[in-house]
């Protein structure tokens, strides 16, 4: 059983920038890969970026490609998602995600999720 606990949501301007980090228990979260998905009022949850395992593949979603990274630091079970050039289409509750492979992930099949993490950005 993988748990999941994401932080780093807030409030911030439109151009600004957050970085959400994943915590995650236990150690064999590192052989997982890892995502990151949103859901924002009213639409369903999307994806928006994921990561292999040992980090040397990640993926995203056309709508935050160039602006998002992903990256993990398996030495301490985190995932992290940079998001830069925030835009108020943005805001949503971010989720962290685990599963058996980037392929998976990408399609929204998650084995773990967190609890989520809200994310707000104003115009």
């Known amino acids: 059983q993988v748990q999941l606990v994401e932080s780093g949501g807030g409030l911030v301007q439109a151009g600004g920038s957050l970085r959400l980090s994943c915590a995650a228990s236990?150690?064999?979260?590192?052989?997982?890969?890892a995502g990151w998905f949103r859901q924002a009022p009213g639409k369903e949850r999307e994806f928006v970026a994921a990561?292999?395992?040992?980090?040397?593949?990640?993926y995203y979603a056309d709508s935050v490609k160039g602006r998002f990274t992903i990256s993990r630091d398996n030495a301490k079970n985190t995932v992290y998602l940079q998001m830069n050039s925030l835009k108020p289409e943005d805001t949503a509750v971010y989720y962290c995600?685990?599963?058996?492979?980037?392929?998976?992930?990408?399609?929204?099949?998650?084995?773990?999720w967190g609890q989520g993490t809200q994310v707000t950005v104003s115009s």
């Open positions: 236990p150690r064999t979260f590192s052989t997982y890969a």
């Open positions: 990561i292999s395992w040992n980090g040397e593949n990640t």
């Open positions: 995600a685990a599963g058996g492979s980037v392929v998976l992930l990408t399609s929204g099949r998650a084995s773990y």
